[in-house]
């Protein structure tokens, strides 16, 4: 089985700001299951707004039971929620949030795009 991609490898940016914010309120056990995070399947509801995806298989429509949680964190933009179930990440849900930066995209250097080499990455 090769498994789901890691989220930190798809969305590094994302993961960065979790992890941050995680420590931020004070979850630091989260914010270290969150750098192991897999990206097992996009949210799916097709909405402009929605970047929101499992971390776990979950079956549709099903409660996640008595063990969970729902742990609002506040981003500088938009919405982050975790669905957290027994101290696992379920769900992450992104909503209204910056494009993320995703890496399975094949993202062109662009060397000769005009103007502002101060905010090319890396410098
Ligand atoms: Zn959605």
Known sequence: MTGHPLVREVFPDLVHELVALLE???EPEL???ARDLRLVADCGCGDDFC???HTEPHRAGQP???GH???PLLPAKGTLFL???DGRIMYVEVLGHEPLRDLRVHQPEQPDRPGRPDDWPGR
Do not use: K, L, M, T
Request: proline content about 6%.
């Open 31 to 33: 914010a270290v299951h």
């Open 24 to 26: 931020q309120e004070g």
């Open 51 to 53: 970047q929101s995806f």
């Open 64 to 66: 996640y039971g008595p």
């Open 83 to 85: 669905d957290v179930v």
């Open 69 to 71: 949680r729902c742990v």
